[in-house]
């Protein structure tokens, strides 16, 4: 465990606004930059992030209705506003499952990645054909000066454990007003979600932009602003997005002092807390209903929303009888100790409630398998 000084500012005078954990959530009093104080080490950090993805069939990745080829596509018609794609070279700083890159070839550009995640390299390169993935984190890298016209960060900065250095890096790679683009999560619209509460317990999220630290954090690395606003993905765990336009500004001048957002962030990250501690509550509840009822319990969804669920909530004394997944290749395996089965199966387990255990799949599942309520099964959705 390690402890930091801002990132913004280099100040050391914190607030600590949520506690989970040895992991504690801070906001800067002297800018409002919200961060991790302490949290795990670089070298922690980069060993977690070597197979970090989550494991998806190639059969949903390659299909042009997955959400990251969806989420891609938004982005591409967001970025033709600034640019054209004409004899472009473009790197995307963790880039995943290569779906940004993939359009953007097939659209003439030359496209560059970098990604930790060696499986998703592999993905990358044998069924997207992209060849210029490279394995690595930004840190590994060394820069070449002047080389790019766009670079992407989408929903990686966050994660860094250095973002001022980060767009440094950013900076020097980029030709004269080349185009930095990002996506963040905007930590003034968090939703009330398990997806916020494992990016905190798993120690991945290390930073919390507000439109106002990303701007202060971009104009003291020398870039000028385009455009930042709020912009929801197709993804519903990323339905807080805050989008950055910025351009390499060798001519900006940077100031010696940063604004303040601390009352800002301060208020409404109360609000996500206390959010989230209420659902923590209705949850716990829920459980101890069924304890005191002796009702036999399916949770749907064998992920990591799930794997989350049991770590916010404490089910031990509950009478589950086992989870249910869509994922043919999760069937018959384990999770947590419970048997997963196929959607077929679990309704001859003869459940009492079945809770549904997934953010972006809820309203779908549910759709699906309300009819059972008919039959006296209650069925229960985690963010109605």
Known sequence: ?????????????????WRENEFSLVACKKCGLVYLNPRISQQETRLFYKGYLPRYPDEYLLSAENAFAKTAQERIGFLQQYNNFCKTKILEIGCGYGHFLHLLQERGCEV??????????????????????????????QPVKDEYDIIALFHVLEHLQDPAAALRQAWEMLKDKGILFIDIPDI???P??????????????????????????????KFSIDYIGNRPLAVNSFTSNLRVIARKDKKIITKDTVSNDFENVEQTLKLFISGMEDLRLQLQLKAEEWKQKGQRVIIYGAGFHTLTLFEFVDFSSCN?????????????????????????????????????????????????????????????????
Not at 120 to 135: H, P, Q, Y
């Open 1 to 17: 465990m390690q402890y930091v000084n801002c990132n913004l500012c280099q100040a050391n005078d914190y607030q600590q606004l």
């Open 112 to 141: 560059y990645g970098i990604e930790p995640s060696s499986e998703s390299v592999s993905f990358t390169a044998k069924r997207l054909g992209l060849r210029n993935v490279t394995n690595a984190v930004l840190e590994e890298i």
């Open 188 to 190: 003034c619209r968090l």
């Open 192 to 221: 009330i979600t398990l997806i916020e509460y494992f990016e905190l317990y798993t120690n991945q999220h290390l930073y919390g932009f507000s439109a106002i630290t990303i701007r202060e954090l971009l104009v003291q690395c």
């Open 320 to 384: 589950i009888i086992g989870m249910v997944d869509d994922d043919a290749l999760k069937w018959g395996s384990s999770l947590n100790g419970y048997h997963i089965y196929s959607p077929d199966q679990f309704i001859q387990l003869h459940p009492d409630v079945i809770m549904i255990s997934s953010l972006g799949s809820e309203d779908k599942i549910y759709n699906r398998i309300k009819t059972l309520e008919r039959s006296g099964i209650s069925v229960i959705k985690i963010y109605s």
